[in-house]
């Protein structure tokens, strides 16, 4: 026990005796938060609009006030050009083109039927279908409007409808800085669980101090708790810090038990801790140690519905995401603060850590060798 | 002259002889594009919905098995009354909840109004506003179906057509994204690593006591990961076309030569962050801190640069991948020439010649 305390006091003062670590430990979580928290918005306003009305009369003006003042479009330019219209979105100036044709009023009263035209760049395929769902409904709504105006009926004999009510559970404001900034702590925790404790390891390889702690008697157990004991103290005070800045700076509402979320998080950390162990008793360099850590963390992280949900992968690669911790942390940790989940409903996904920890030391323990 | 070529020579010596890290510079690209091309989507398809159906008429039934045809929905759970819903949510497994009130069939026609509810799980707003949005339009033309019986007067008939990408795959907005992502990691912190190392080990003191100039040390130790990420940036370009269809519609040339420019910029950006750092594991943790989560936030690569607030949105435009994006998305998916990408090419030129000027200044040729 007492070689135990030694050791983590060795690496403790290495930790703080460096000054870029601390730099890392203290300063990057703050900007990070700060920063990216306020980048991460999927929100879809200010659709830009190119109108083309060939027919301006009444109607069609009326239609493009409706667009412009819904709050969703905002008119770039107006104009009977075609080929202007097109240089915009070429050029990502509009979003949207409408295409009012001539006649549009007249057709819509002689024959019943008169036909608009959108246009959308869809290169980003899900902001295009939001900006074009907008625009029908939109579109939609002014078409009962004339229809009700110019056959002077009223609500009770025109033709039925199904209004939708919305609400939006846990955000009511649509706030994604809620969303965002529990999954930018797990990203910090993860960084430091999975490559700190690794790299450290193989650190000493390379140096080759590994060999003056071999012949010590330092025993295999208590060299390995000795090197991730540090850095599992050092990330959950990460995530503390976090979770106070986050709280302070971003309001963010916490509903659930936090108790909660640390202890997943102490679990879950071991999950990483093995990790970056068991990456370190095959690699020989620390480059080899970054490239692996880096290699999974980053599959781990893009997968783990951290920015875009699992619910949208393709079926294989929501089975990956069963081998994931990062995504059940984040899942979680979503689930506790903002719906107030409660032990019953994480009971499951803490088995499921608790297993993959035991799997991954395991593993990793038998394949650390205490020889050069 | 000849000493610079036994140097790089010496270089390359390192990198083919370490097979492990070989093995990983060119196999992690590859592994990664195919999963990031395949599963980082935001498109909906059969999102997990609960129904709380209170009038089980023939129209209510029937709307419900519309949104389900529609492949965005998949009924999850029926529930029986208002308090379910709660804890439906709370469980984790549902992203919306479509309340329908009693006597829809018969509200809707002799009361020409039948209501309904729709609840989202607001904690991803992403997902909730597009599951509402895609409900919404489904219910819509459903009603409209419903009308058809009875022939409506002065209907207006939009038809719309989806420019560049006319299936809406969200592949196009986020393999352009990705081969950026890829590429400049591996540039940056391949060659941070490589030159801090020699500081750790102590070998960067026999370096700078040898004739070559820190200039010529730094180039040469650069060389050959210019050629390495060279052939990544081809291997992920063909992978991009190949598996995913990314056409290439402007001039491949053109497209070639932005890459070695992206690829020197990163290059560049790796040495930056040699000069600034001493160990290995302060270099990395730099690169994955300073690069990785920007770069994947503020590139513009999964979140709009329009969305963001101002200053934020103005901060992108110190981020090489921005630009990077932009280029290989114009030439990609929109056949743009030089004169179409100027602008960005010169950024990313200017950004590598800013990185090499700090670094240069920055290198220390004497110890500590």
């Known amino acids: 026990m007492r070689t135990i305390l030694f050791l983590l006091q060795k690496e403790f003062l290495q930790i703080f005796r460096s000054r870029a670590m601390l730099r890392i430990i203290l300063i990057v979580p703050v900007v990070q938060l700060l920063l990216l928290s306020y980048a991460a918005n999927y929100e879809i306003k200010n659709i830009a609009i190119d109108v083309i009305d060939q027919d301006l009369s009444p109607w069609s003006r009326q239609l493009v006030n409706k667009l412009t003042a819904s709050g969703y479009f905002r008119l770039h330019r107006q104009t009977f050009n075609t080929k202007d219209a097109w240089n915009d979105i070429a050029t990502d100036r509009a979003d949207l083109i409408l295409v009012i044709p001539p006649h549009f009023e007249r057709d819509l009263v002689k024959d019943d039927e008169a036909q608009l035209q959108l246009l959308v760049n869809a290169i980003n395929g899900s902001k295009a279908g939001i900006a074009y769902g907008y625009a029908a409904s939109i579109i939609r709504d002014f078409n009962q409007q004339v229809r009700l105006s110019w056959l002077a009926l009223d609500k009770r004999n025109g033709p039925p409808v199904i209004p939708i009510t919305y609400s939006n559970w846990y955000n009511e404001r649509l706030d994604y800085k809620v969303f965002m900034v529990p999954g930018i702590l797990v990203v910090l925790v993860t960084m430091i669980g999975a490559f700190l404790s690794g790299m450290n390891i193989v650190k000493e390889k390379e140096i080759g101090t590994i060999e003056q702690l071999n012949v010590t008697p330092i025993r295999k157990y208590q060299f390995i708790l000795g090197k991730l004991i540090p850095f599992w103290v050092v990330a959950i005070f990460e995530l503390a810090f976090g979770l106070l800045i986050g709280t302070l700076v971003f309001r963010l509402p916490i509903v659930g038990n936090i108790a909660l979320v640390f202890l997943f998080a102490a679990v879950y950390l071991w999950v990483m801790l093995g990790m970056g162990l068991l990456i370190s008793t095959f690699t020989d360099t620390q480059q080899q140690a970054m490239f692996i850590a880096w290699f999974f963390v980053i599959i781990f992280m893009l997968m783990s519905g951290l920015f875009t949900p699992v619910e949208s992968m393709p079926h294989w690669a929501q089975v990956i995401t069963w081998f994931n911790p990062i995504a059940y942390f984040v899942k979680v940790i979503r689930m506790v603060m903002l719906k107030g989940s409660g032990w019953e409903h994480i009971r499951t996904y803490l088995y499921i850590m608790l297993a993959f920890a035991l799997v991954m030391n395991s593993i990793a323990i038998l394949n650390y060798r205490k020889r050069a | ?368």
């Open chain 2, 1 to 368: 002259m000849r000493q610079f070529f036994v140097f790089v020579r010496k270089e390359f010596y390192h990198i083919f002889r370490d097979r492990r890290t070989l093995l990983i510079l060119f196999g992690m690209p590859v592994v990664q594009i195919i999963l990031f091309g395949f599963a980082i989507t935001n498109e909906i398809k059969g999102a997990r919905i609960a129904v709380l159906d209170q009038s089980r008429d023939y129209y209510s039934t029937r709307l419900t098995g519309r949104l389900t045809a529609s492949g965005y929905f998949a009924v999850d759970q029926y529930l029986q009354n208002n308090h379910e819903l709660e804890a439906a949510f709370r469980a984790g497994q549902i992203k919306m909840a479509i309340v329908i009130p009693g006597n829809f069939g018969e509200n809707f026609f002799h009361h020409r109004s039948a209501p309904v509810q729709l609840l989202a799980d607001a904690g991803d707003p992403n997902t909730a506003t597009t599951l509402l949005n895609y409900a919404t339009a489904i219910i819509g033309n459903y009603q409209q179906e419903l009308n058809d019986q009875m022939k409506l007067p002065l209907r207006i008939n939009a038809t719309v057509t989806m420019l560049y990408n006319p299936a809406q795959k969200s592949v196009f907005m986020f393999v352009p994204g990705v081969m950026t992502l890829i590429l400049l990691l591996v540039s940056a912190m391949m060659t941070s690593i490589t030159i801090t190392r020699e500081k750790e080990l102590g070998t960067m003191e026999i370096l700078l006591v040898s004739p070559l100039p820190p200039f010529m040390i730094i180039f040469g130790k650069v060389m050959p990961y210019i050629l390495l990420a060279f052939i990544n940036a081809l291997v992920i370009l063909a992978m991009g076309t190949g598996i995913f269809g990314m056409p290439v519609k402007g001039s491949l040339v053109l497209l070639l030569a932005e890459c070695v420019l992206f690829v020197l910029t990163a290059l560049s950006l790796g040495i930056l962050i040699s000069t600034v750092t001493s160990t290995q594991q302060t270099a990395m943790m730099a690169s994955m801190m300073g690069l990785m989560m920007p770069t994947v936030l503020l590139s513009g690569f999964i979140f709009p640069v329009e969305s963001m607030p101002r200053p934020l949105a103005l901060l992108t435009n110190i981020m090489p991948a921005k630009w990077f994006i932009i280029i290989l998305k114009d030439i990609m998916l929109k056949g743009a020439g030089l004169k179409d990408v100027w602008l960005p090419t010169l950024v990313l030129a200017g950004m590598t010649l800013f990185f090499l000027g700090i670094s240069i200044r920055n290198f220390k040729i004497r110890l500590s």
